[in-house]
Each structure stands twice: as structure tokens, then as C-alpha cells.
């Protein structure tokens, strides 16, 4: 049973007292809003400026906003326009890319190539029988590019004639590695190729014996990696015709393969 000195307050008179407080708190805020002095914005060039000089990244070409029938009239205006005064077209700058595309690989005769003789072209294949020789020579750690990198090249490169003739005939590029290194022996693993071996002067020979065949011939075309093997094998005091002779090769093989070249037919380019 509830004391009599604790009486249940009115509902009615509650929610009256609550009412009143609150009409009385917006009174007093109004009161104090309308003692503020109200200023007009005003935007200058130089702000906007600045605003767009601090951000560079996010600069833009135009800022346009504007409010039409603004209710209050302490914004100074119904018409707001913000305009940055650097515009500037965004122009993509691209550099031009330039490649140059080589045809000839070194040789023992530069001024072969200044003079007024026509000098045939490598093929594509040849090329790439080179370059993978003298990647395979810094795999080797050897500090040149000998007749015996020049061997396993072509065989890296795998779809020339020259490659089939010699893989067809038993010659594979683990079987050269091994006499490679048996030949000339172990690097030494502290030693480092330079990032383009230079030739020896067997190689070089090796190459310009393909060229100088090539003009012998008088067709057209281009020196191809049945040319440059031949090269190889034309230098006998070089590691590449030693190692080609340790596995089979022999001069019928050689006058085999000249004969196929010189076929017509698809180009072994």
C-alpha cells in the first residue's frame, strides 16, 4: 500500500512545466542570435587564389555555385559565383618513344660497314642465336663470348635449321655445356661477366666468314644461323669447332647442311 507522503504527481501538470521551459529556452536563443551584427561574405580574387594555389592537385578549371532565392538576406546576395582566375587546359605531355632495330652483329672489319659495299643483313633468328650466346657465356661467367657460346645460342634458340640439323644429328645444348666446361673449366663463382662479353677474335672471324660466304653466294637474302654455324665450324683451332668435333660433327655434315641452306624453299630466317 503506497504512504500518503509520496503522491503520484499529475500528468497534467507535468507536461505543462515541460512545455513551459522549453518555449522559454527559444525565446532567450532568439534573443541572443539577434544581438550578433550580421557582416555579407564577400569573396575576393586573391582568396580564391590562394585556395587554389594551396591545392594544386585538386585545382580546377571552374567553380560555379549558385543559389537562386536564398531566404536570408544576410548572405549578401541571391547569386553566389566562385571563379578561379587560373585556367589552364589540361595537356597531356607524352614523349615520343623511339626504337632502333639492329641488323648487323660485330665485326673484325668496321670499315666494312662505312664503305660503299652492300653489307647483307642477319636474319632474326641468327640475331637472337647471338644474343642468347652472350647470355649464356654470362651464365658461364666467362669474361668473353667465344665460338663455343655462339654453339650453345643457337641451340637456345631452337628453331632455326641450323638447330634442327644439329639436334637431328645427336648435338644438344647439354652436351656442348658439359664439353664447354670440360674444355675450358669451372669460373669461379666470385667472378662476375660484364653485362656484354666482348667477342673473341675467333668469333669474330667466325662471323664475318658468314658474311663474306653470304657475298660469295650472290643471292639475296639474309645471313642466317646455318651461315654463322658454318663460321664456327670454319675456325679449327677454336673451342667451338673442338667441341662440335668431340660430338660427331665432321666436314660431310657440314657440306650437308650448306647444301640444305642453299635450297629453296621457306627462308630460315
Known sequence: MRPNSLPYPRFGSCCSH?????????KMAARTISKFPLTTAQ??????????????????????????GLPHPWLGTNNLSLQSS?????????????ATVSFSLPTAN????????????????????????????RKLKCPTTGT??????????GTSLASKFLRANGITLFKVREETIK??????????????????????RALDWAIDQKLKSGDGGEVTASHLLLGIWSEVESPGHKIMATLGFNDEKAKELKSLSSEPGPVDD
Do not use: N
Open 18 to 26: 515541460h512545455l513551459d521551459s522549453r518555449s522559454v529556452l527559444v
Open 43 to 68: 569573396f575576393t580574387d586573391s582568396d580564391s587564389r590562394r585556395r587554389f594555389d594551396l591545392h594544386p592537385s585538386r585545382r580546377v578549371r571552374a567553380l560555379r555555385l549558385r543559389q537562386h
Open 86 to 98: 587560373h585556367i589552364r587546359p589540361s595537356i597531356l605531355k607524352r614523349r615520343p618513344v623511339s
Open 110 to 137: 668496321p670499315e666494312r660497314l662505312s664503305s660503299t659495299e652492300k653489307v647483307p643483313k642477319w636474319s632474326r633468328r641468327a640475331i637472337k642465336s647471338f644474343a642468347m650466346g652472350e647470355l649464356e657465356a
Open 148 to 157: 663455343e657460346a655462339l654453339l650453345m645460342g643457337i641451340l637456345i634458340e
Open 183 to 204: 674444355l675450358l673449366g669451372k669460373a669461379d663463382m666470385y667472378f662476375f661477366s660484364p653485362e656484354h662479353p666482348p667477342l673473341t677474335e675467333a668469333a669474330l
